[in-house]
């Protein structure tokens, strides 16, 4: 087969085209690094390279939402720290009230500092993150949770938002907590009864918050001690107000004080010196009270009339008793925040290590190896250069130089 001179120029230009072009594309993946820089270059990897995009995506972006969780459970975390110390200094300020030698106008200044305390307690609970979000809404429902209403001479705060707070995630946690089971949810009395003082009374009767001593025992009825007799000689008796009728062996009971009176599973210790017709109410506690109401109680306690000593002394030990529950309450919802802050730091580690990973598996799709890559495009060099060489002394030969 003849080849014609002008085919064989055309045949070595296109081939010294194309090395070129192979070593311009190979200088391009040097100067980027990357093997891939488009799917025409490996459809397979650029497809594979896509997908690995995608879940390191969704990592980073379960990364930005772990951190904006972690930011607001931080300050919620501050929050329930700086409720613990109000409330610590509320119940400083209750045990100070019990002093018998305080008069009208020390205990009025008490109750003011309580009143002042329990509006920054206020304040706490409704307070928000950076991003405008309640840190204590619960699963939201409301722009402010916590709302006041005023009316019949005390402030009666109310939950406004949605009971509950989101289940933590293999990779989220929490933005909110539930502020109605932290402050809203106190049991009253001692958590299972209470014991109050009626307005009638007119001797020095009371008695402490009590305890349960046999839960099996228990009936859940409410109850009533009535007491009868003459000073040195007074007696008691228990009746079962749900049912009617007395209970065995609590009837014409002699009192003595500082005795337990104990029934059906419960016990209390009873002081002071009754008078005939007094009484005290047992009631099983169902409503739960709240820690604003418990404030205010105190506050209301604080302000009775000097004549009221018994009656004050009954209000405040019992509002010392809620206020503790109370502040378990915040102290148990503190530790779950700070769970969830440990759990955050785990999940953060986790996230780290699936983002290094899809990294590593993504370079090893697009990246260029840079000494295998600088080696094939010197030796790419090297070949365009000879070629370029060869062609040049090829292209000098002609038939005019032999004949002479």
Excluded: C
């Amino acid at each position: 087969m003849r080849v014609t001179t002008a085919h064989a120029y055309d045949t070595t230009i296109a081939q010294l085209t194309k090395r070129q072009g192979e070593l311009v594309a190979q200088q391009e993946r040097i100067s980027s690094g990357k093997r891939v820089a488009r799917a025409s270059d490996d459809p397979v990897a650029a497809t594979m390279s896509e997908a690995v995009q995608n879940r390191l995506a969704r990592v980073q972006t379960d990364q930005r939402a772990l951190d904006a969780s972690r930011t607001s459970i931080q300050q919620a975390e501050s929050a329930l720290g700086e409720s613990g110390e109000l409330i610590q200094k509320v119940r400083d300020l209750i045990i100070a009230g019990g002093n018998p030698t305080y008069g009208p106008g020390e205990r009025e200044s008490l109750a003011q500092e309580i009143a002042g305390l329990r509006d920054r307690l206020f304040s706490v609970a409704n307070r928000q993150d950076g991003a405008g979000r309640n840190l204590f809404g619960g699963l939201g429902g409301s722009e402010t949770p916590f709302v006041q209403t005023f009316g019949s001479g005390s402030a009666e705060v109310r939950f406004e938002g949605r009971r509950g707070q989101q289940a933590a995630g293999d990779n989220q946690l929490p933005q909110a907590m539930d502020g109605d089971a932290i402050w809203m949810r106190i049991p009253a009395g001692n958590g299972t009864f209470a014991l109050d003082l009626p307005a009638s009374n007119t001797g020095t009767v009371r008695s402490d918050t009590g305890q349960v001593t046999n839960l099996s025992a228990l009936t859940g009825h409410d109850y009533q001690i009535d007491f009868s007799g003459t000073a040195g000689a007074m007696q008691y008796s228990v009746t079962d107000l749900t049912t009617g009728t007395p209970v065995a062996g609590q009837t014409g009971v002699a009192y003595s004080a500082g005795a337990q009176i104990a029934f059906d599973g419960m016990s209390f210790k009873v002081v002071g010196e009754p008078a005939a017709g007094d009484r005290l109410d047992l009631t099983s506690s169902s409503a739960p009270t709240d820690l604003f109401k418990v404030m205010q109680d105190a506050m209301d306690a604080l302000r009775l009339g000097t004549g009221e000593g018994t009656q004050r002394t009954h209000d405040l030990g019992r509002a010392l008793a809620e206020l503790d529950a109370g502040h378990d309450r915040v102290l148990l919802a503190r530790a779950q925040a700070g769970e969830w802050l440990n759990r955050a730091d785990s999940i953060e580690g986790l996230l780290g290590d699936r983002e290094v990973d899809h990294a590593a598996e993504q370079s090893q799709l697009e990246d260029l190896d840079l000494v295998k890559g600088i080696s094939q495009f010197q030796s790419q060099q090297l070949g365009h250069e000879a070629a370029l060489k060869s062609y040049a002394q090829v292209q000098r030969l002609s038939l005019f130089q032999y004949v002479g």
